[in-house]
């Protein structure tokens, strides 16, 4: 089961981005759940919010375990520096609590950066944060989830084996609240080859899921804009980047991709939209099409 869906807009308030969602027939969808600008370490979800949430995903079709809640972009658990890491630790935290109060499947955060060079002790850090926020949310199905970088300058969480890294750094107890996602254009970018060939896409899956000991728990389905090994984090509609077509069709008939959010993070050709137009974008649209296709024809 192909559960494709889309980072929608959300002027007017996620539960807009949900229903711009169900009016354009997916069944999964990421959001933020507060501004990705901002460390939001006291931000929280007032029950009338819930409220409206639940009701926005029931009228789309979506079921909440189907949802993503993308990390501000601010957080950075990796930086030596104490006091930036106490406000993105909390602030992971903080995302952690809105989306289990939220009732979604996951949040994903990218791990930061090792900005003064020490890779292992900024892998460390993450995994530091990462209990810190477990330790201060009572247990849900909502899971912490780190995607995988573009590899630029000093960012941490390029390779399967620096992801697992952070993975073994949770407690045996609270190991199955935690997990990954990859990112197709990050892959690209961080020079995985996995527009090559079918086999070569397989040995990035099949490495990611031997360094962590599971599968990814999303998909982020993004072309590239920059090519092969570029570091360059540019995404591209599905078909106009340097991946091209027909390695989505390629992933979309992987084991992995059975059963979990497989969300778009692509430009949009409409980027402001009124806060209560739940027309969905036609360039998400026409992906969403297109790779139900490619799973087709690659079968």
Not at 32 to 56: C, H, I, M, T
Not at 67 to 75: E, K, N, Q
Not at 261 to 270: M, N, S, Y
Request: charge should be negative.
């Amino acid at each position: 089961m192909l559960l494709l869906g889309s980072h929608c807009l959300d002027e007017g308030g996620i539960p807009m981005a949900a229903r711009r969602a169900g009016r354009a027939g997916m069944q999964a969808l990421q959001v933020f759940s507060a501004v990705p600008k901002f460390y939001n370490d006291k931000v929280g979800v007032k029950p009338e919010r819930l409220a409206r949430w639940q009701e926005a995903l029931e009228i789309a079709g979506i079921r909440p375990e189907h949802v993503i809640v993308h990390a501000a972009y601010v957080l950075n658990c990796a930086t030596p520096d104490e006091e930036k890491w106490a406000r993105a630790a909390a602030g992971l935290a903080k995302e952690f609590e809105r989306s289990t109060t939220l009732g979604v499947k996951g949040v994903c955060f990218h791990p930061g950066a090792a900005t003064d060079g020490d890779r292992d002790a900024a892998i460390a850090r993450v995994s530091e944060a990462m209990r810190r926020a477990l330790a201060a949310v009572p247990e849900g199905r909502t899971r912490l989830l780190i995607e995988n970088t573009a590899g630029a300058g000093t960012t941490v969480g390029r390779t399967p084996e620096e992801v697992g890294a952070m993975l073994r750094g949770i407690p045996a107890a609270d190991r199955h609240r935690t997990g990954y996602g990859l990112d197709t254009c990050h892959l690209f970018a961080s020079g995985f080859p996995i527009a090559e060939s079918r086999a070569a896409l397989t040995e990035v899956l099949d490495a990611f899921e031997q360094a962590t000991g599971e599968p990814p728990a999303f998909l982020h389905l993004n072309d590239s804009e920059g090519a092969c090994g570029s570091n360059k984090d540019r995404h591209r509609c599905i078909g106009e980047g340097l991946i091209g077509a027909t390695p989505f069709g390629w992933l979309l008939q992987d084991r992995r991709a059975q059963g979990i959010p497989l969300i778009l993070e692509t430009p949009q050709e409409i980027e402001t939209v009124a806060d209560d137009d739940d027309t969905p974008d036609p360039w998400d649209v026409k992906s969403i099409a297109l790779l139900r296709a490619l799973a087709q024809e690659t079968a």
